[in-house]
């Protein structure tokens, strides 16, 4: 019984820890809500982006097609619109990430 029950917790522990690791992402800083609309970057987008996260919306990273909600908001405040590269935990099973890095790519010489 207890091996049945050790087995059950170590699998489950492992489950866990491969749904959120360590990742480094690139893509757009977008509101939740109208994700990939705003993904050009314009004046327009960007204005459309603050006016949504003012109201609730939360912001987001756009990679590709996926969406992950930032959980710590504050360190993409001021990026809305903008092509970052993110370093942070991702949670695949729960589409999110928690930034602990953000830059503006490197321009390609």
Known sequence: ?????ALSLLLVLTFSASMVMAS????VIVGDKC??????GTEAD????????AKGAKLALLVG????VIT?????????GHQVVVEGKED???KTIT???????????
């Open 99 to 109: 930034i602990s890095k953000i830059e503006m790519p490197k321009e390609k010489k």
């Open 92 to 94: 695949k099973a729960a």
């Open 46 to 53: 960007i204005a459309c982006i603050k006016s949504c996260v």
């Open 65 to 68: 097609d996926e969406l992950y």
């Open 1 to 5: 019984m207890r091996r049945t029950l």
């Open 72 to 80: 710590n908001q504050e360190k993409a405040t001021g990026h809305e």
């Open 35 to 40: 994700g990939a609309k705003h993904k050009a």
């Open 24 to 27: 480094k992402l690139t893509g």
